[in-house]
């Protein structure tokens, strides 16, 4: 069984960084980390999850969301099964439980569309940026 485990959320000022990991285990046998793409998508209270990044396979291809673009860095360590997401410049704006999903069929450029349609999603981490 697929498990993603986030860590790396907590309380930061606005302007800071943060930067979360998304593990990643159980693997389907015979087919490796690298082949999988990878997202990380948000919620606030009261609102959608919302799609923030992804990142394709191997070589990596990134897409972000436009209000996180030129802020956020989503980079994935094929060695460690590990995705990260660094988050600079942070804004209030950006509370939210962050999760990553993990999908086997995806491309990196479908993420944004699948907030609610991710093969497996980890539980999530809370960010909380304070003004």
């Known amino acids: 069984q697929v498990q993603l485990v986030e860590s790396g959320g907590g309380l930061v000022q606005a302007g800071g960084s943060l930067r979360l990991s998304c593990a990643a285990s159980?693997?389907?046998?015979?087919?490796?980390?690298?082949?999988?793409?990878m997202g990380w998508f948000r919620q606030a209270p009261g609102k959608e999850r919302d799609f923030v990044a992804a990142?394709?396979?191997?070589?990596?291809?990134?897409y972000y969301a436009d209000s996180v673009k030129g802020r956020f860095t989503i980079t994935r360590d094929n060695a460690k099964n590990t995705v990260y997401l660094q988050m600079n410049q942070l804004e209030p704006e950006d509370t939210a439980v962050y999760y990553c999903?993990?999908?086997?069929?995806?491309?990196?450029?479908?993420?944004?569309?699948?907030?609610?349609?991710?093969?497996?999603w980890g539980k999530g981490t809370l960010v909380t940026v304070s003004s």
């Open positions: 159980g693997l389907t046998f015979g087919r490796t980390f690298s082949s999988y793409v």
């Open positions: 999903a993990l999908d086997g069929t995806a491309t990196a450029a479908m993420v944004y569309s699948r907030a609610y349609a991710m093969d497996y």
């Open positions: 990142i394709g396979w191997s070589r990596g291809s990134t």
